[in-house]
């Protein structure tokens, strides 16, 4: 396959989040990615496999769902990160990491995918715009679910 057609199809994002928490309080609520769908809408469902594995559904504002397979990469409290690599409708990884933050808690995103899914390779690059503000919607939406999440605890 030609490099420029993976490039087509490769995501590269970056959220960040300022919460009201202490560090190690957000961290463990992110390392508990089953208890994601209590918190973030979009994150539909979220299956255990084993300790270091599991799958996960997702859907945003467009009407398809994105199902992955996710293995734990790096699980590292002393310097809050947690990261797995994703197979299925995505393919790569994610990284959270948490730090201590101006009045409480940073959290840094980053994800880099490529989209496998035959529906969203095909649309490609007109789509293109459409995927990243999908995306923009999810994250706004889990940074909001998470702080409340983090309020009533």
């Keep these: 396959m030609p490099d420029w057609y993976r ?3 490769r995501y590269r994002f970056r959220s960040v989040w300022q919460l009201e928490a202490p560090p190690t309080v957000v961290y463990a609520v992110l390392e ?5 769908p209590q918190w973030w809408p ?3 469902e979220v299956t255990r496999i084993d300790d270091r594995s599991g799958t ?3 859907r945003s504002l467009l009407p398809y769902d994105l199902r992955v397979v996710a293995a734990e990469r ?3 409290p002393g310097s809050g990160v947690l990261e797995i690599s994703m197979r299925g409708d995505l393919a790569g990884w994610a990284r959270w990491t948490v730090v201590p933050g101006a009045g409480g808690t940073r959290v840094v ?5 490529e989209v496998c899914k035959p529906l969203m390779r095909r649309a490609g690059l007109l789509a293109r715009p459409l995927f990243r503000a999908n995306h923009a919607l999810m994250m706004r939406a889990g940074r909001r679910g998470l702080a409340r999440w983090l309020a009533r605890a």
Excluded: G, T
């Excluded at 508990?32 to 994601?36: F, G, I, K, T």
């Design 109 to 113: 995103f980053e994800q880099d995918v």
């Design 56 to 58: 996960a559904r997702f």
């Design 42 to 44: 979009q994150v539909r």
């Design 74 to 76: 790096v699980r590292d």
């Design 32 to 36: 508990r990615a089953e208890s994601y």
């Design 7 to 9: 490039r087509l199809h």
